[in-house]
C-alpha cells in the first residue's frame, strides 16, 4: 500500500509540475512573427459620438510593420480605399499593441497560431472594437 500511495504522489507531484510548466511557456513565442500575411479586417463602433463600420485587409509583416487598405462608413459618409500604415508589437502572451500613421491607437490579443485577432481602440472617444481573419499566409 505504501508503494501505492508513493508512487500515486509522485505522479500527481509531476503532473502538477508539468502543467506548471506548460503555462509558464509563452502562447505567442514568435512575438510579432505570430501575425503575418494578409488578414481580414472588419470593426464597427462609435467615433465621437458618430457610427462608424468598416471591412477591408491588413497586412502584417511578421516584423511589426502594417499596411491596411479598407472601406469605412462613418455617420453614413463612405471612405473607399483609406490606406494606412502602422507598427505593432506582440507580447509573449499574445497581448499586443498596434499604432496606425492616421494617430489611431489599438490593444488586441492574436491567436496564438496567428490566424486572427480581437481587437479594441485605445483612443478617447472611441468605442470601436472588432477582429482580424488570416486570408492568405505569406509565401
Not at 23 to 38: D, E, K, V
Not at 59 to 66: A, I, R, S, V
Amino acid at each position: 500500500m505504501r508503494k501505492f500511495v508513493a508512487s500515486w504522489t509522485v505522479a500527481l507531484f509531476t503532473f502538477v509540475l508539468a502543467s506548471q510548466v506548460v503555462l509558464a511557456s509563452p502562447l505567442c513565442p514568435l512575438g510579432n512573427g505570430t501575425l503575418h500575411g494578409t488578414y481580414i479586417v472588419s470593426g464597427a463602433g462609435t467615433v465621437g459620438g458618430a457610427p462608424i463600420a468598416a471591412v477591408g485587409e491588413i497586412t502584417w509583416d511578421g516584423e511589426g510593420n502594417t499596411i491596411a487598405t479598407y472601406t469605412a462608413s462613418l455617420s453614413g459618409a463612405i471612405h473607399k480605399g483609406v490606406t494606412v500604415t502602422g507598427t505593432y508589437n506582440i507580447n509573449p502572451d499574445c497581448t499586443g499593441s498596434h499604432a496606425e500613421s492616421d494617430g489611431t491607437h489599438y490593444d488586441f490579443v492574436a491567436f496564438p497560431d496567428g490566424h486572427g485577432t480581437t481587437w479594441i481602440s485605445t483612443d478617447n472617444g472611441a468605442v470601436v472594437t472588432g477582429t482580424t481573419v488570416r486570408l492568405k499566409p505569406v509565401e
